[in-house]
């Protein structure tokens, strides 16, 4: 089954900390949410991508989650909410009472399968193709496209010898639940970042044995100073490469890992001894850099995220170096397409400065296409119609058009 076409004047994907924030700041500048502003996420609930993260990371042990931007005048605050509870559960709560406070009117599930130039490069359109979870497929076309699609989707998993041949049970991030499913078991972690380290310090005393194994040793961070500062610079890398259509780099391996007074038990007690990279796997276990076997039931690669940009294939924006070329939330080569969370964004205080930033960047899109359609409107069929057009901002009345 297909919708018919509508119309909008901004299409946001995905509804997570970036996006909404995007789309508050464009609401307050008067675009009205459902109508010319369109917020689409594939996912059942709020909450973008904690949604889906497990129990056990309660809101204490994340990293902090910063609050949205419209959430104070509310009275609400991640600082304020019960530490204790699932960051999931909370997050995904927070959000769903901000989107109803502000009528952001998200619809969900509804993927974006595809975002292509409207009527070819240059086109002053892009078309947002969607499936919701009945299968009907819809198109809308807008003059401006904020992709805040973040990384939960593409989890990234290194290829290592063997992979195939390992007949436990391998899992990356995404498939974590909780640490009594390997109860009893030898658990090999992979991954030089925080969920790894989160996975170790859950599975003591439940596992039978955990070993962990990292590309890089590990660099632990004590002096907040420092990893403030190691983080900017890490945040600039991102940035650069962004710019330069790279691939993005690691914020962890930038940054070294803050030494939190969990971690600190987790280290007194020896829990977190990173070993080298194991060589490869095989049927039942991984073999060490030193050539000893260690026997494995399952293994946890917990190794890291790629933006999920694979509905923006049609708009051919990879370079060769296998990244996007995206200055300050905007793609160079579609300047109707941002970004928004995207590299130097991608955290919760991040996506929030993103909302502000290329929220105004957009209102400069659309106003540019405004003072076009005035100039061509007036050349064609006279003043007081463009008059009329632009006093009705209600992107559903075009549908089809
Ligand atoms: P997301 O929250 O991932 O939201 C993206 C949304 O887009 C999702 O709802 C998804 O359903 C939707 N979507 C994706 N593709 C499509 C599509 N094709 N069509 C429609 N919708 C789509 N950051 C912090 O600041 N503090 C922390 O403590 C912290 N902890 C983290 C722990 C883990 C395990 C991980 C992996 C990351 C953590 N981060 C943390 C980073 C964190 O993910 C980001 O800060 C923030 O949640 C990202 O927000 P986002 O809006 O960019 O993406």
Redesign the pocket.
């Known amino acids: 089954m297909i919708r018919p076409a509508e119309r909008a004047r901004v299409v946001v ?9 995007v789309a508050w700041h464009l609401q307050r500048a008067g675009l009205v949410a459902g109508h010319d502003l369109v917020v ?4 059942p609930g709020t ?5 889906f ?1 497990w129990d056990a ?1 309660r809101l204490g042990i ?5 609050d949205l931007p419209g959430m104070h005048e509310m009275g609400l605050r991640f600082d304020d909410a019960d530490q204790s509870r699932p ?1 999931r559960e909370v ?1 995904a709560e927070y959000y769903r009472r901000f989107e109803e406070h502000h009528d952001l009117r998200v619809r ?6 595809a975002v292509r130039h409207g009527d070819g490069p240059g086109s002053d359109t892009l078309l947002v193709e ?1 499936r919701d979870e009945h299968g009907v497929a819809g198109t809308i076309r807008a003059e401006a496209v904020v992709n ?6 593409t989890p990234f998993v290194p290829w290592v010898p063997g992979r195939d041949a390992f007949r436990g049970r391998q899992l990356d ?1 995404t498939g974590y639940r909780d640490a009594r499913e390997f109860a009893g078991q030898d658990v090999v972690v992979v991954g030089g970042g ?2 790894a380290i ?1 996975f170790l310090l859950e599975l003591d005393g439940i596992a039978r044995s955990t070993r962990w194994f990292t590309r890089r040793p590990v660099v632990w961070s004590d002096d907040p100073a420092l990893a403030t500062g190691a983080a900017v610079a890490a945040v600039a890398d991102q940035d650069r490469a962004a710019r330069a259509g790279r691939t993005l780099p690691s914020i962890v391996s930038g940054t070294g890992l803050p030494v939190s007074p969990r971690i600190r038990r987790g280290l007194a007690r020896g829990l977190l001894e990173a070993e080298p990279m194991f060589t490869r796997l095989d049927g039942d276990g991984v073999l060490t850099a030193d050539s000893e076997h260690v026997h494995a039931d399952a293994v946890i690669w917990a190794t890291g ?1 790629r933006a ?1 940009l ?2 923006l294939a049609p708009l051919r924006l990879r370079t060769e170096a296998g990244g996007v070329v995206v200055e300050d939330g905007r793609s160079t080569a579609e300047p109707r397409l941002f970004l ?3 590299g130097p ?7 929030n400065r993103a909302g502000r930033r290329i929220a105004r960047q957009v209102l400069a899109v659309l106003a540019d296409d405004d003072v076009a359609h005035t100039h061509t409107d007036t050349d064609t069929a006279g003043a007081a119609a463009a008059a009329d057009d632009d006093a009705a901002p209600d992107g559903q009345s075009a549908a089809g058009a």
């Open positions: 994907i995905g509804a997570g900390q970036a996006g909404l924030s689409l996420d594939r996912a909450g973008g991508a904690w949604q993260r990371l994340a990293h902090r989650v910063h960051a997050v969900r599930p509804v993927g974006v399968t969607t805040a699609s973040g990384t939960w989707g991030t925080t969920s989160g995220f999920d694979r509905h928004a969370g995207y964004q991608a955290s919760t205080i991040g996506a």
